[in-house]
T-cell receptor
Framework: AQSVAQPEDQVNVAEGNPLTVKCTYS??????LFWYVQYPNRGLQFLLK??????LVKGSYGFEAEFNKSQTSFHLKKPSALVSDSALYFC?????????????FGQGTELSVKP | GAVVSQHPSWVICKSGTSVKIECRSL??????MFWYRQFPKQSLMLMAT?????????EQGVEKDKFLINHASLTLSTLTVTSAHPEDSSFYIC??????????????FGSGTRLTVV
């Protein structure tokens, strides 16, 4: 079965410090991986995706993620956190085509960046 | 970039009434729409997938007679919560996937609808 795990419910970081939000996945075949951010009472905003190619993917707002096939991970990173980065972050994997190509989401990680 | 407009942003309705939520793709043709439900600080739960002109495919455990999904055009999908009850109160989000010309637009989300049934 295809799945995504975000092992941390919450991550706390001081402003200016690097941040990492962890994600591991389980899929058959090559994974299509995504990161989204959600602010309170809002929809999801796309940050970045990995389809193929370079393992280091750069996305919006200074975020990046590294695809690691051997560890089946796709951790989200940012070199210097901002207070405005505080939000709920979701990792997702695209299901296979015969499952409708839907996105399967992790449980979410709440990022809190303190000044 | 791709934009999906979802409204209303929030709605309060009385128990037993029906509520319709709309999602429109503004600058691309949404061949597929996904409807999600989200509880506070929890993940998104896929309710159903609809392809334009076809009946929606519902996830296991989702009542198709209660959550009516219509995707009659390439730019509009609606979710109707029929005979709403307080336990239907939740945050509903749509996501569209499609094309415009030679461009492909994948998984663009609406801004969500907060439904409160009283």
């Amino acid at each position: 079965a295809q799945s995504v795990a975000q092992p941390e419910d919450q991550v706390n970081v001081a402003e200016g410090n690097p941040l990492t939000v962890k994600c591991t996945y389980s899929v058959s075949g090559n994974p299509y991986l995504f990161w989204y951010v959600q602010y309170p009472n809002r929809g999801l905003q796309f940050l970045l995706k990995y389809i193929t190619g370079d393992n280091l993917v750069k996305g919006s707002y200074g975020f990046e993620a590294e695809f690691n096939k051997s560890q089946t991970s796709f951790h989200l990173k940012k070199p210097s956190a901002l207070v405005s980065d505080s939000a709920l972050y979701f990792c997702a994997v695209r299901a296979t085509y015969n499952q409708g190509g839907k996105l399967i989401f992790g449980q979410g990680t709440e990022l809190s960046v303190k000044p | 970039g791709a934009v999906v407009s979802q409204h209303p942003s929030w709605v309060i309705c009385k128990s037993g009434t029906s509520v319709k939520i709309e999602c429109r793709s503004l600058d691309f043709q949404a061949t597929t729409m996904f409807w999600y439900r989200q509880f506070p600080k929890q993940s998104l739960m896929l309710m159903a997938t609809s392809n334009e002109g076809s009946k929606a495919t519902y996830e296991q455990g989702v009542e198709k007679d209660k959550f009516l999904i219509n995707h009659a055009s390439l730019t509009l999908s609606t979710l109707t919560v029929t005979s709403a009850h307080p336990e239907d109160s939740s945050f509903y989000i749509c996501s569209a996937r499609g094309t415009q010309g030679n461009s492909y637009y994948g998984y663009t989300f609406g801004s969500g609808t907060r439904l409160t049934v009283v």
